[in-house]
């Protein structure tokens, strides 16, 4: 590093950042629109004006939630208490409460109801990752339970999240209970039925106000191009490394980088509304995505965003970007000593997943990165606490996230490395993204190159014409990072404005979360319907080979031969609807490998532009 870098690393301090982790988690339970998240919002605005920012709160609306009470109890053949958590947006019982049998259905998928009549009952079911817990608990309201309880399967843990699905309140009460609970309430159940009760007792407000708070320094260069710290103040719980260790990083590198004069502007926005504020599917984000959505005009600006999520506490240093920040994240961990220190346990990787702001940001088009440390067994949990944080864990985030940010905001030409991009497009990668770091064994892959996707789509789909493309992006890129190392200064603005709207046309174009991996980040996510085609096209040709799948009897389970009922399995109609469903998803691959290839037509286009302007000059 050079000298004054090093010097700026030093002045963060992880004592300062402790002392805001501690002051914000004073407010309490931080719920997206209600009083706390509020309060704390203000105080984190007069913080960024006492350092002399010009500083905004920009209220957004939201749907508010509030738990007031929440119990559980076993009634029946015993009599006691179980410590239990509320979901968001969890509805009211009466204040009878609700009394029902309860009925043990595993995962609660619809294979798990067979020969089960839970209607007025109270279903039990289990946590599992491989699942969104949302889904369990809407099978159990589409099959007429009462209320439903969720047993989170790490030991100790009482975990909540928030469910939403199509905009409309949540139809019957939810709780989480520990294993340890579940495990003496199943031996209950083995011996006999069990009876419990539940109570709720919940505000909802569908017209709450969250804010994000925004504060500006200028730069001296180049004052209308941005650079973004980020980290969201909003808790389940009191939310100590989720995430008031964010909000600490935000307020201690504006601390320190107001002391210096930078080239660039930077914005120290700290949203609210993260965790919850819809009750839609992807209810989560809110901050963000009003973020966006007031300054969509802007986001051209925003040279590099760079979000904090979980930064005192967890198993791997991680860090989540688009694929052209890549490199320079990882040069900066290496300067700043964390990957000779941590080695396998520090992961710089491509794309950003859905489940923290620097994804909205992502999608639409701007060069992010999330910086966390992951996975922590007291996530969004009651023991999410002040006591948890390692300080050690803290510095380094602040560091990596201080330093990105300054040489960001200050370099000549941004540190773009499309190359990097482009051979990621082409060979993908064996990422399995967060949910594999969380829980492993439950992740899908990030980044399926082009060349292994034309492999798997031989005979349905050609990506022929997309590869030819992919791969000039590799030269051409190739070809403007060398011509790039002996830029003067005089031409850089120009050149950075071209390297912006590149990242603009592929991360918008290339980053997102499709169908069946919804929740997973992807690189090239329509084209991964290639998956589904495949599995498809393999059930039908095994249908093929079934007796029953060519004919289309009336009787559909026998024919009659000569006065005697001739017994087969009829397929036929099972098979007709794979066929329609692959022809769509052909369909589908062929439109989106359309997409695609002009994404990277356009960015071969502004890359020959740059490479245009360097030969003239």
Same mark, same amino acid.
């Given at each position: ?153 790490s030991p100790g843990i ?61 730069g001296k260069e180049r ?320 249908? $093929? &080979? @079934?007796?029953?799948?060519? +004919?289309?009897?009336? #009787?559909? /389970?026998?024919? *009659?031969? !000569?006065? $005697? &009922? @001739?017994?087969?399995?009829? +397929?036929?109609?099972? #098979?007709? /609807?794979?066929? *329609?469903? !692959? ?33 003239r000059c």
């Amino acid at each position: 590093m050079k000298e004054l870098e090093s010097r700026i690393v030093s002045e963060f301090s992880v004592e300062n950042a402790l002392n805001i982790v501690k002051h914000i988690t004073g407010f309490g339970e931080r719920i997206c629109g209600t009083r706390e998240e509020q309060e704390a919002s203000r105080w984190v605005a007069s913080q960024l004006e006492g350092l002399g920012l010009e500083v905004s709160m920009e209220p957004f609306k939201v749907v508010s939630w509030r738990c007031r009470h929440g119990e559980l109890r076993v009634v029946r053949p015993e009599e006691f208490e179980v410590g239990c958590s509320v979901v968001g947006y969890s509805p009211s019982t009466s204040e009878d409460g609700i009394r029902g049998e309860l009925v043990f259905v595993r995962d609660g998928l619809d294979r798990d109801y067979a020969g089960l009549d839970v209607r007025g009952k109270v279903v039990l079911a289990l946590w599992n990752d491989l699942y969104w817990a949302a889904h369990p608990y809407w099978v159990a309201a589409k099959r007429g339970a009462s209320a439903f309880i969720i047993a989170y399967t790490s030991p100790g843990i009482l975990r909540t999240e928030a469910f939403g699905l199509n905009g409309r309140p949540l139809p019957i009460p939810t709780l989480t209970i520990t294993w340890e609970d579940y495990e003496r309430i199943k031996a209950l159940m083995e011996r006999g039925p069990v009876t419990v009760e539940v109570f709720v007792d919940a505000e909802l407000n569908p017209s709450g106000t969250s804010y994000n708070v925004v504060g500006k320094l200028p730069g001296k260069e180049r004052p209308d191009r941005y650079v973004v710290a980020c980290g969201h103040v909003d808790s389940w719980f009191y939310g100590a490394n989720d995430d008031a260790c964010a909000v600490a990083a935000v307020l201690e590198m504006a601390r320190v980088l107001t002391q210096y004069r930078h080239r660039r502007s930077l914005i120290f926005l700290v949203t609210g509304s993260e965790e919850a504020g819809s009750l839609n599917w992807f209810y989560y984000l809110q901050g963000s995505n009003a973020y966006v959505k007031a300054h969509s005009a802007e986001l051209h600006t925003i040279v590099g965003l760079f979000n904090g999520e979980l930064l005192g506490k967890g198993e791997k240093f991680h860090v989540e970007a688009t694929p052209e920040l890549v490199p320079f994240l990882k040069r900066n961990a290496e300067d700043l000593g964390i990957l000779a220190r941590l080695g396998g346990r520090a992961v710089v990787r491509c794309p950003p997943c859905d489940e923290q702001d620097a994804y909205t940001f992502a999608v639409e088009g701007v060069p992010s990165c999330c910086v966390s440390w992951t996975p922590y067994e007291e996530y969004h949990s009651p023991s999410d606490t002040v006591d948890i944080i390692e300080p050690d864990k803290l510095a380094t985030s602040v560091r990596m996230l201080g330093l990105s940010v300054y040489r960001m905001a200050n370099a000549v030409v941004l540190p773009y490395d499309f190359t990097h991009y482009a051979r990621t497009l082409l060979e993908g990668n064996m990422d399995k993204g967060m949910a594999e770091l969380a829980s492993p064994g439950t992740g899908v892959r990030t980044a399926k190159g082009l060349r292994e996707l034309q492999e798997l789509a031989s005979g349905m789909v050609s990506l022929d014409g997309l590869i030819s493309k992919a791969e000039r992006f590799l030269e051409l890129s190739g070809r403007l990072s060398k011509r790039l190392e002996a830029v003067r200064e005089e031409e850089a603005e120009d050149l950075n404005d071209i390297l912006r709207r590149v990242s603009t046309v592929l991360n918008s174009g290339l980053i997102g979360a499709w169908g069946h991996y919804g929740f997973s980040e992807m690189l090239l996510p329509g084209l991964r319907a290639i998956d589904d085609m495949v599995q498809i096209s393999r059930a039908v040709e095994a249908l $093929r &080979k @079934v007796y029953g799948s060519f +004919v289309d009897c009336m #009787l559909k /389970s026998s024919i *009659e031969v !000569l006065g $005697r &009922k @001739v017994l087969y399995v009829d +397929v036929y109609e099972e #098979l007709s /609807s794979l066929e *329609e469903k !692959l022809e769509l998803l052909k369909t589908r691959v062929a439109h989106e490998a359309l997409s695609v290839a002009e994404a990277l037509r356009d960015a071969n286009s502004l890359i020959g532009e740059a490479l245009s302007r360097l030969e003239r000059c």
